[in-house]
């Protein structure tokens, strides 16, 4: 039975390639024509694949249906918590997970600092948009015209000396995440906390969810926070392949991702 299932599952990638006749998957299954005929209309019979007048066989609507059905029920939010708690209990700062609704970046999860000095943040509440790491993470993935006409809107609040000034600083600074993956906020929003994050990705390597990890530099400086960004995104890429439903592949001991120095600078 488990081979018959194999060989069913077998078909579908191939089919997504575009419609095969009989033969085409006989082939590709190294099985005789009888058999793949017997997959095919089991397949076909709960809509998996739909046999053409042409005799051809194309996926089937109802995968399709199951698919967005699929997507449309998972909780990113539940995937991700658990991992967003491991990287908590082994750097002991304060991790969030954010979403882009609505023409707002909103923290839906959030796992507090074992340390002293806390973060005033909430779940639910809307982030700073135009300097919080997480916010630029999420608008650096908007196709080209959204993301302008999103940084156009906004506006641009002077929270400290290292905020983002203006559209145009913002939009080079998306185009920098963009490239290179992740981002930051270096004393943006709060002159005294810093920010690294990652971006956690879907269907397509859409950017569905962002992650970050925030600190105090009474805790550690930016220098030291920025060394964990090689763990933040392996979080992050372990949060993607689950939600995806993709093997989680194995991490080399060291870091993987090592970070240029970097200075505390304006975004």
């Not at 006749?21 to 024509?33: F, G, T």
């Not at 906004?154 to 905020?163: A, G, H, N, V, W």
């Not at 093997?247 to 975004?267: S, V």
């Amino acid at each position: 039975m488990s081979q018959t299932v194999d060989r069913a599952l077998s078909i579908l990638p191939l089919l997504a390639e575009g419609p095969a006749n009989l033969e085409q998957v006989a082939s590709r299954l190294e099985v005789h024509k009888s058999t793949a005929l017997r997959l095919l209309r089991t397949l076909h019979e709960h809509g998996i694949v739909y046999r053409q007048p042409d005799q051809r066989y194309r996926l089937g609507a109802r995968l399709f249906a199951l698919a967005q059905e699929a997507m449309e029920n998972l909780d990113v939010r539940e995937i991700a918590h658990p991992h967003l708690a491991e990287l908590n209990a082994a750097c002991g700062h304060t991790v969030h997970l954010a979403v882009y609704e609505e023409d707002e970046v909103l923290y839906i999860d959030k796992v507090e600092s074992r340390y002293p000095v806390r973060m005033y943040s909430r779940i639910g509440k809307p982030v700073a948009i135009t300097v919080a790491a997480v916010a630029k993470l999420l608008l650096a993935d908007l196709p080209e015209p959204e993301r302008r006409a999103v940084a156009e809107r906004l506006d641009y609040p002077r929270y400290t000396s290292r905020s983002t000034p203006d559209a145009a600083a913002f939009l080079a600074e998306l185009a920098k995440v963009r490239e290179q993956g992740w981002a930051t906020d270096l004393g943006g929003h709060e002159e005294s906390i810093n920010c690294v994050g990652a971006p956690i990705r879907g269907a397509e390597g859409r950017v569905v969810a962002a992650m970050s990890v925030s600190a105090p530099n009474v805790v550690v400086s930016a220098d030291e926070l920025l060394a964990l960004l090689p763990r933040v995104r392996r979080t992050a890429e372990a949060i993607s392949a689950e939600y995806v439903g993709q093997p989680i592949r194995p991490q080399p001991a060291g870091d993987r991702h090592p970070h240029p120095r970097h200075k505390r600078a304006a975004p």
